[in-house]
């Protein structure tokens, strides 16, 4: 069988030091079809409140403290960068103490595994199957046993607060006080349209995928999309790492992707991929949402 070098464009930065979507796409070709990852920031993150995080760390991390949390919650891996900047300045024992006793809920396994690869006992990282917010949410008031210990939620300056709000109202003796910190701001890497442009040009002519990771970036990345792309041109096909940015794009800017991943996580994203390859790979529809 004849390979075929299909571009799919990440629309978001390449983690460091390993990116789990280009070691699973690069090692997993479809029919013959190899992956060919390109990476382009949509977004900067600049971390904030490092200091705040540190005494936060340092004073409420003994488990044996009543005052102390009774875990953490990070739901994405620019919080785990956040974190991991601020490792060597903790003294030795509230580092043994975090790594060792302190639980973590986190939202997916490539948040998970940074963690575990941080120091984090795997046994205390909890959660990485809950796919979304909501169901990581639900997974704490089910599981969390500390109570009436707070949280400590590490987020960025743009999120939804679907998980304190949930843990914070629930009902009775459910209900969890939730602390939560800004570890990071963000901002429109100023560069994207530029390289966007760059890669759309260096791969017309070819089957191509463009993935789109968050609703901002959706924001951000529909000015070149329909500059270029209206509708998508034969062989041009668009998938959303999740349903959060899939209605996003459906009801604010009037795109409908081809794939949409069942969980934020490489293999998700690869499986509907293939899956969408084997069902319309010879034939698709109009990508755009019709107004009737």
């Known amino acids: 069988m004849e390979t075929k070098n299909v571009p799919i464009l990440f ?29 382009i920031p949509v977004l900067k993150h600049h971390h904030i409140n490092l200091d705040n995080l540190k005494t936060h760390l340092i004073s409420k991390s003994d488990p044996t403290d009543p005052n102390s949390y009774g875990g953490l919650v990070i739901t994405s891996q620019r919080t785990v960068e956040a974190l991991s900047s601020i490792i060597p300045a903790l003294p030795p024992t509230t580092l043994q103490t975090l790594f060792a006793n302190t639980k973590v809920w986190v939202v997916g396994p490539a948040t998970g595994s940074a963690l575990i690869g941080l120091g984090f006992r795997a046994s205390n990282v909890l959660g990485q199957d809950s796919g979304n917010g909501e169901a990581l949410a639900k997974l704490i008031l089910e599981s969390y046993g500390s109570r009436p210990k707070p949280l400590l939620f590490l987020a960025g300056e743009t999120r939804r607060d679907i998980i304190p709000k949930t843990l914070s109202t629930a009902p009775g003796e459910k209900n969890i006080a939730v602390e939560t ?6 901002i429109v890497d100023e560069e994207f349209d530029a390289k966007f442009e760059k890669a759309i040009d260096e791969t017309g002519g070819t089957t191509r995928w463009i993935v789109l990771f968050s609703p901002a970036g959706a924001d951000i990345a529909v000015g070149v999309l329909t500059k270029h792309l209206t509708p998508l041109s034969h062989g041009s096909y668009l998938a959303a790492i999740g349903p959060t940015t899939e209605k996003h794009l459906v009801d604010k800017l009037s795109w409908k992707p081809d794939v949409v991943a069942e969980k934020p996580t490489p293999q998700w994203l690869w499986e509907g991929i293939r899956e969408f390859m084997h069902r319309d790979g010879a034939k698709r529809d109009d990508v755009t949402v019709s107004d009737d």
């Open 181 to 186: 910190l800004t570890v990071y701001e963000t």
């Open 11 to 39: 629309l978001k930065a390449r983690s460091q030091p390993h990116e789990q979507y280009y070691e699973y796409f690069t090692s997993s070709p479809i029919d013959g079809s190899v992956f060919k990852p390109v990476f």
